[in-house]
């Protein structure tokens, strides 16, 4: 079983719609967990930080259920500027484990 | 922008020759990493250090070596190439999450395209 699993996609959705993305991670003692963002053929870059309590960023609400061991993103109001690939990333021991991503295609 | 550099941005190379991938930064963070990226398998990491002089393997540390002499650099060798070393490479840093010291987060470096011929 993988450390960090995600599906991945690709989500197709039209521009205003919602759409969400989950991960589950393995080792029950990873500490702080994060959403990249990755563009094709660029580097990722961080999209939010997860909080126990989930935190919200504009359009981007992450959500921690830490007795199920998964994480999501919530994405609303998606734009064409959306479309990437997302990592989800949770840390093991000293180090972080990175998802393989899920690709969202958001279309006019 | 964390500050972070890597050189060269594109490289192709034959199979046994050395190959020196660097990784600049300009923020003197101490902890610095190399991953690979390869498709199905996500970012992998390779080695890491925790300053200058001190280093330590990843997952995937075979085949490959690192050196950090100054707190800006961090050096990838790969000491004699191999097709399956064909990927993509990042260096990240790791600095403290805005208004915590016990909170880190990793930034990353533009990547080196390495293909092993």
């Known amino acids: 079983r993988k450390e960090v699993e995600q599906d991945p996609g690709p989500f197709n959705v039209p521009e205003g719609a919602t759409v969400a993305f989950n991960c589950t991670y393995s080792?029950?003692?990873?500490?702080?967990f994060f959403w990249y963002r990755q563009d094709c053929r660029k580097e990722p870059k961080l999209l939010m930080s997860v909080y126990s309590s989930g935190n919200e960023d504009g359009r981007f609400t992450a959500q921690l259920n830490r007795a199920s061991q998964y994480i999501s993103l919530l994405i609303r109001d998606s734009k064409l500027s959306d479309s990437a690939t997302y990592l989800c990333v949770v840390t093991g021991f000293q180090k972080l484990v990175f998802g393989t991503g899920t690709r969202l295609l958001v279309s006019p | 922008d964390a500050g972070i550099t890597q050189s060269p941005r594109h490289k192709v190379t034959e199979t046994g020759t050395p190959v020196t991938l660097r990784c600049h930064q300009t923020?003197?963070?101490?902890?610095m990493y190399w991953y690979r990226q390869d498709p199905g398998h996500g970012l992998r990491l390779i080695h890491y250090?925790?300053?200058?002089?001190?280093?330590d393997k990843g997952e995937v540390s075979d085949g490959y070596s690192v050196s950090r002499s100054k707190t800006e650099d961090f050096l990838l060798t790969l000491e004699s190439a191999t097709s399956s070393q064909t990927s993509v490479y990042f260096c990240a840093i790791s600095r403290p999450r805005l208004g915590t010291a016990s909170s880190y987060e990793q930034y990353f470096g533009p990547g080196t395209r390495l293909t092993v011929t």
């Open positions: 923020e003197n963070h101490r902890y």
């Open positions: 080792n029950s003692a990873s500490q702080s």
């Open positions: 250090s925790y300053g200058v002089k001190d280093t």
